[in-house]
């Protein structure tokens, strides 16, 4: 299975390109924001602006949706542009919409922790300040967790299955495998895989409560304890085939779960999805090796329960592009092997350690690892495409 | 789909107003009863009636988290019929299951108290956290596999079989428990409520007056087995899931595409996974919710596809619209049908609507044939049918 192209929306824009310059760039301090009932309070959060989603051709049609949707819309229509391919390319004219017949085979399947929980908040103001019998139907349709795929495939006339699935620490690794069994059994040949959350005044309180605001804004990937988490949000899409083309950003290898036998043969890279969502991440521990590079972007996305998918994207990036880049935040506690600037692709010394006189080679093999509070670990392998 | 990649159907569950097991629900079924009335489970000013589970057995019942509770009712009675007992550690047992009530932090004292203090109890969050279903489910039975809750509105029971469907196709587990649970909330009810698609008397599933639909709740749960699994484990079944197909309308949020463009993609599908021609169909569970759009068009779909002699039905009129549950309910009551011989009434029709092709039984109704089809068709036009099959 291969990602064919990336679309994405964060709190640095939009597009897998503004991504890119965002992981060249490194660090940028998270916005403050008041929060609605807390007086004189302000939290750090990777906010998405109202400008980043102010595409009016694309969202004409949505204009009464929430943030969530447009998120995810936006995001999945730039995964199809961005693979390049022809004929799956939403037409650029408004008045058609219709990417032919290839929307039968396209499918959808959104992973999110927490869906539509704002719009779900709104529809809680309206039983409480008009009364039960006095809600708003728009409301409350676009409160459903489905509402955000619903929109991208009547947006993109997408007429796949579309599914939305939810687990709060695994949901975009078990809709990426998902994925792969589909194109397995031919169910569909392309298949828009996305992540999306969003930021909610309810939602950072009840991060406040149980997870400790980084006081600086800033993120500590390899603190691992005590953790410190800065809620984001935003969306991320991959396009993914059976085959690769010519636009395709790596191969989507392997898709581990649960209890499994890891392989560490040949990886160049951990990518770790340590962002404060955890009390303690020392268990990521567990799985960094002195030999190979560790990697962890989320400051530059902020947490959330699928960063994976942000952290994914980071990875194809590294495989298309074949250029690391650099770890936005680096207090390293612990003394790991982070990865520091953004070092041309060095060969593999000994068990896969880099050094400056070993022969330098192409980046082949990238482990995206996440951790629940379960301590059970997933993994997803990507390999540069050949 | 090939015959090999059949799934045996080694299990099933179910809970919802019609009855507390399937043995119940088939005796309600038979005897025409129709346990709805007004909400219990919590004050509302809102006057329609619902069919609520009657009582949720002790063992099972957990604070606060009703969902759960019926999904592990119709879970267990599942995992019994499936002899499978002690220890599941030893399977590799996905769980796939579908919901809408229990995805979503929608919690209104903890909501009220936020708004109007700043601050609120982490009690019900806590349980919303520790309360995916699928999550769930897999920790209080010990399974070691994938779990996944699929939150497709109302084909979510459906989708969440057709997911356990690729899991054993695909060899990432060789059991499932598939299906759906939810509860009757406050929330959906004003929702539909607000929508203007809910009756204030019972529903009439295909009915010419048909006015909306009831909400209810339940879970109803199929245990989906390789054929290698069950052999290794000395059983076997005599049903089975032919095939699933799913689609996306791509028309509106809300409403179906008027023509059932999605519907009819997912039949298709659903019957070219089966591997099987439309005449193969000895009846279809229709998704029926009672509202005049959904049952116009699914009426026009199931006749053009399989002609306006199908016999179909719709057992909505027996438990209410049910939601995440809908489609784990359906599969059970499609696979009991084929094992038992007969369809109940689509209880609440009684007049026919000129304007779909095709009347649903009125009566207990004899079925000789080896396949059914269960239909889901769900707020966001997704769209989903499977295919059960009897050996």
Known sequence: ?386 | MHENNRMFITGIGAISAAGSNVADTLDSFSLKNRNAGAVTLFDTPLKYPVFEVNKIPDEHYLEGQRTLSLALCAVIEALNDAHMEGDLSKYRLGISMGTTVASQLNDLDFYKSYRSTGSASMTSVDRYLKGNLAEFILRKIGARGPALTVVNACSSGTDAIGVALSWLNNGLCDIAIAGGADELNRIPLCGFGALGIVSMDLCAPFDRDRNGLNLGEGAGILILETKESARKRGITSDLFLAGYGSSSDAYHLTAPHPEGKGLKISLQKALIDAGIKPEEVSFVNAHGTATPDNDLVEGKVLAEIFGTDLKMLSTKGFTGHTLGAAGGLEAVFTASALREGWIPASIGFKNKDEAIPLTPVRERTVINGRYAVSTSLAFGGNNAAIVIGKV
């Not at chain 1, 996305?194 to 309810?202: C, K, L, M, N, R």
């Not at chain 1, 092997?337 to 330098?360: A, C, V, Y």
Request: aromatic share 10%; net charge negative.
């Open chain 1, 1 to 386: 299975m291969n990602i064919l192209g990336i679309g994405i929306v964060f709190n640095r824009g939009r597009g897998i390109n503004c991504f890119e310059n965002a992981l060249q760039e490194g660090w940028q301090g998270p916005a403050e924001v008041e929060v609605p009932y807390l007086k004189n309070k302000k939290s750090f959060v990777y906010q998405v602006d109202s400008q980043t989603i102010s595409d009016k051709t694309l969202l004409r049609k949505m204009r009464r949706s929430d943030k969530l949707s447009k998120m995810a819309v936006l995001s999945a229509s730039d995964a199809l542009k961005s693979s390049g391919i022809e004929n799956l390319s939403p037409s650029p004219n408004p008045s058609s919409r219709h990417i032919g017949r290839e929307g039968e085979k396209i499918g959808v399947i959104v992973a999110t922790a927490f869906g539509a929980h704002v719009k779900t908040f709104d529809f809680l103001d309206d039983i409480l300040d008009y009364g039960e019998d006095s809600v708003s139907p728009t409301t409350f349709s676009n409160s459903v967790h489905n509402a955000a795929a619903s929109y991208v495939s009547s947006t993109l006339d997408i007429h796949g299955p579309t599914l939305t699935v939810t687990q709060f620490y695994f949901s975009f690794q078990y809709a990426m495998q998902l994925a792969r069994a589909w194109l397995n059994e031919k169910r569909c040949d392309y298949i828009l895989v996305g992540a999306v959350e969003q930021y909610g005044d309810v939602l950072g309180y009840v991060y406040d409560c149980k997870l400790t605001p980084a006081p600086d804004g800033r993120i500590k990937p390899f603190n691992f304890n005590p953790t410190f988490q800065v809620p984001g949000e935003g969306a991320v899409f991959f396009l993914m085939g059976r085959e690769n083309s010519e636009n395709s950003f790596c191969e989507v290898e392997n898709i581990m779960i649960g209890e499994y036998r890891e392989f560490k043969t040949g990886v160049d890279l951990n990518i770790i999805d340590t962002d404060g969502m955890l009390p303690d991440e020392s268990v990521y521990m567990q799985s960094i090796s002195p030999d190979i590079h560790t990697a962890a972007y989320s400051p530059l996305f902020g947490s959330m329960m699928t960063g994976s998918a942000f952290n994914c994207a980071a990875g194809a990036l590294m495989l298309k592009n074949q250029k690391y880049y650099a770890n936005p935040v680096l207090d390293n506690p612990h003394g790991i092997n982070i990865l520091i600037g953004n070092n041309p692709p060095i060969s593999k010394g000994g068990m896969g350690g880099f050094s400056e006189q070993t022969k330098r080679s192409d980046i082949e093999l990238i482990r995206c690892i996440r951790y629940s509070c379960h301590s059970e670990k997933a993994a997803i392998y990507l390999r540069k495409n050949h």
